[in-house]
């Protein structure tokens, strides 16, 4: 199997440096103050689809002969790779047929849209990324097209590098000597390209990926020694959220890779919101997963010099209010219960009185059901002002129920009723 290597990376850099916007590496003195670390962003947010995809997308289109680019490719996504796609084929003046599950946030529908204009075709098949990816190479043979594959092709992982070698070459330039550098995992083109050139150029440099809770597929494949499709993943990091790597990434991560790491959704989401209010950077999830990961490695890192790849900002900003939700739940300042109340005037103010502190609010009161008897279910949303208050309100809510339902202990019901 073919490895990439450092000196595929600078081939593919002098394709495209002239192509894509070299992006700049920040230091962050919130963020390095905060872990006592030299913290620097990599920010691929600012790339031209506001993501590191174009670079792989542009660099394997480019390569194509020209015959089967005439042809016109095909591809599927959870909408980066899409845009860098999209992008590609309207300079190139080619056709695109792009493939995206239709989960995928309207925001990034319509910037595929707008990149590629009259020379790309959307569909929107499947509810994950690989049930778009089945749909997409099933219409790829059947119309003679060349399949742009998102991370498991050599020279998608060579554009991905390219990033690696001009964070390198900054740093080196700005007196840094990097000791960690952290970037998401999805399918694994982008740790496969920053991994191979970092660890040819730089060997001391710790590669770390970082991968969603609810979608580990890179860990799978490591636990498996290969690729293996996950039961099922949590699509909330939809640029993070594949259920197989690639075989051609899978084998660059085992061989560059120092180390992989899981965060919480939850964490990615306060990750988010910290982010946008102290850097005023809009990362999408996937965007935000190696900023994440400096707080489960926050005592490796102590002394250390760090760089995250903020590998995208296409964030939908109709997701914010589950973003926040998401986040106060993390925090353990928002909770949700299923108590029983009774059926009388002044059951409620009895339960602001006796059971919520002083700080405490209710966010959402809903009858399940409203029946002529005694009691009846109500799903309670409660918002704390410190997370140490939650005890006594367990304590306070049991004896106000002893039957209540902790909302966080069944995701099925809260899955259901919130």
């Given at each position: 199997?073919?490895?990439?290597?450092?000196?595929?990376?600078?081939?593919?850099?002098q394709l495209l440096k002239n192509a894509v916007t070299h992006t700049p590496l920040q230091y962050d003195r919130y963020l390095s103050e905060k872990y006592q670390a030299n913290v620097l962003f990599k920010r691929e947010d600012l790339q031209k689809v506001r993501s590191f995809k174009l670079r792989g997308a542009y660099y394997a289109i480019k390569k194509l002969p020209a015959a089967e680019l005439?042809?016109?490719?095909?591809?599927?996504?959870?909408?980066?790779?899409?845009q860098g796609v999209a992008y590609t084929c309207h300079e190139l003046n080619s056709h695109a047929a792009i493939f995206m599950p239709s989960t995928t946030p309207q925001q990034k529908v319509s910037q595929v849209q707008f990149f590629g204009g009259d020379n790309v075709e959307i569909f929107l098949i499947g509810d994950t990324f690989d049930a778009s990816a089945t749909a997409?190479?099933?219409?790829?043979e059947e119309n003679n097209m060349t399949f742009i594959d998102p991370?498991?092709?050599?020279?998608?992982?060579?554009?991905?590098?390219?990033?690696?070698?001009?964070?390198?070459?900054?740093?080196?330039?700005?007196?840094?000597?990097?000791?960690?550098?952290?970037?998401?995992?999805?399918?694994?083109?982008?740790?496969?390209?920053?991994?191979?050139?970092?660890?040819?150029?730089?060997?001391?440099?710790?590669?770390?990926?970082?991968?969603?809770?609810?979608?580990?597929?890179?860990q799978a494949a490591f636990d498996n020694e290969g690729p293996i499709e996950l039961n099922e993943i949590d699509k909330f990091v939809d640029g993070a959220?594949?259920?197989?790597?690639?075989?051609?990434?899978?084998?660059?991560?085992?061989?560059?890779?120092?180390?992989?790491?899981?965060?919480d959704e939850g964490l990615v989401c306060s990750t988010i919101l910290e982010m946008y209010g102290k850097q005023a950077i809009i990362a999408e999830p996937a965007g935000a997963l190696s900023v994440a990961a400096l707080e489960p490695l926050k005592d490796e890192i102590k002394g250390k010099t760090v760089i995250c790849i903020i590998?995208?900002?296409?964030?939908?900003?109709?997701?914010m209010a589950e973003i926040e939700e998401r986040s106060l739940m993390y925090e353990g300042l928002k909770h949700y219960f299923v108590v029983s109340f009774p059926q009388r005037p002044g059951a409620l103010k009895e339960f602001v009185t006796e059971v919520l502190g002083p700080d405490d609010d209710i966010t959402r009161f809903e009858y399940t059901k409203k029946v002529n008897r005694g009691a009846g279910p109500v799903i309670l949303g409660i918002l704390l002002k410190r997370k140490e208050d939650l005890p006594a309100l367990l304590k306070n809510i049991e004896q106000f129920d002893p039957n209540y339902i902790d909302l966080s202990e069944n995701q099925t019901l809260y899955g259901l009723l919130v």
């Open positions: 199997m073919e490895i990439v290597k450092d000196s595929d990376v600078r081939t593919a850099y005439k042809k016109g490719v095909v591809c599927a996504s959870a909408g980066n790779h899409a997409a190479r099933k219409y790829c991370f498991n092709d050599p020279n998608i992982i060579a554009g991905q590098g390219t990033l690696a070698l001009e964070m390198m070459t900054d740093a080196e330039r700005e007196g840094f000597k990097p000791d960690y550098v952290l970037a998401a995992i999805g399918g694994g083109g982008l740790i496969s390209g920053v991994s191979s050139y970092v660890k040819n150029t730089s060997p001391t440099t710790k590669v770390i990926g970082v991968e969603p809770a609810g979608a580990p597929s890179m959220a594949v259920k197989k790597v690639g075989e051609i990434t899978y084998t660059h991560a085992n061989k560059y890779v120092d180390g992989l790491v899981t965060v590998s995208g900002g296409n964030n939908d900003i109709n997701r």
